[in-house]
């Protein structure tokens, strides 16, 4: 089992910065792949970002492309996600997921997931 407990989440004023935190615990060495997800009201859970823990390679979405970006400390099990230049549609419920299939891809593929922080962006 593992356990994921995100933290960082506020609110800021466009163009702002926030990082997220994600603490894992439990079985992290089984790990292959942890990405963040969010969820705006009335809208699906889209996927942020993603690193696969072997390789340390990274995907984003196109919208948080050269805004976002992902890091880890590996000895403190914590993956961060740095946001900047906020923008009001970055504005949602994020969420930290892990897996122990490399090949988990969307949210429903994930098996753990965090309580979520809300992140939300004023114009």
């Known amino acids: 089992q593992v356990q994921l407990v995100e933290s960082g989440g506020g609110s800021v004023q466009a163009g702002g910065s926030l990082r997220l935190s994600c603490a894992a615990s439990g079985n992290t060495y089984s790990l292959r792949v942890m990405a963040w997800f969010r969820q705006a009201p009335g809208k699906e859970r889209e996927g942020v970002a993603k690193?696969?823990?072997?390789?340390?390679?990274?995907v984003y979405t196109d919208s948080v492309k050269g805004r976002f970006t992902l890091s880890r400390d590996n000895a403190k099990s914590t993956l961060y996600l740095q946001m900047n230049s906020l923008k009001p549609e970055d504005t949602a419920m994020y969420y930290c997921?892990?897996?122990?299939?490399?090949?988990?891809?969307?949210?429903?593929?994930?098996?753990?997931w965090g309580q979520g922080t809300q992140v939300t962006v004023s114009s």
């Open positions: 997921a892990a897996d122990n299939d490399i090949s988990a891809l969307r949210s429903a593929d994930f098996t753990y």
């Open positions: 690193i696969y823990t072997g390789s340390g390679n990274t």
